[in-house]
């Protein structure tokens, strides 16, 4: 089956929306308001995010330098296979390294890939602290997090940037979920 052929099938075609971002900035609030948006609108999306995958697929990978690529590599594939099969792709995961991003950009086709950059200050970050990562680093219990003890490269020419410390969690989901309807209806077509 073609991706048009999908995409007749659906209503809509297929992008994959790929947020980056440190620890707690918001990249997996931000992608599941905008499933639910999606949703609302009849598009068929996904979430994909170091959580769900950290704890199946990506399991036997730990946090030096190579395996963090490795689990990008392996989201980047999920990422393109989904879109392939039509869905929208909402994959939230700090990718910390920006040549690990452009890997995954390379595996869709031209336009189909949006990079958003949650981008939060590293003390709002370890302010929220959902997951107390930032105490357990700093208490030397977690080695390595992102953003205290490795880099974390942020976007150069990111699609779309988002301060999550001064933009409301809606208007953001908005943000993202205008720009995704722009790309995978055609013009003129507000509805399924």
Known sequence: MTEGARAGLLGHGAVTVWFTGLPGSGKSTL??????????????????????????????????????????????????????????????????????????????????????????PLEVCEQRDPKGLYARARSGAIEDLTGIAAPYEAPAAAEIRIDTASTDIGSAAAQVTDEVLGRIRPPGRGDR
């Open 31 to 120: 992608a599941r308001s905008v499933e639910a948006r999606l949703a609302a609108e009849g598009v068929l999306a996904y979430v994909l995010d170091g959580d769900n995958l950290r704890f199946g697929l990506n399991s036997d990978l730990g946090f030096s330098p190579e395996d963090r690529a490795e689990n990008i590599r392996r989201a980047g594939e999920v990422s393109a296979l989904l879109h392939d099969a039509g869905v929208v792709v909402l994959a939230a995961f700090i990718s910390p390294y920006l040549q690990d991003r452009e890997r995954v950009r390379s595996l869709h086709p031209e336009g189909a890939f949006v990079e958003v950059f949650v981008d939060a």
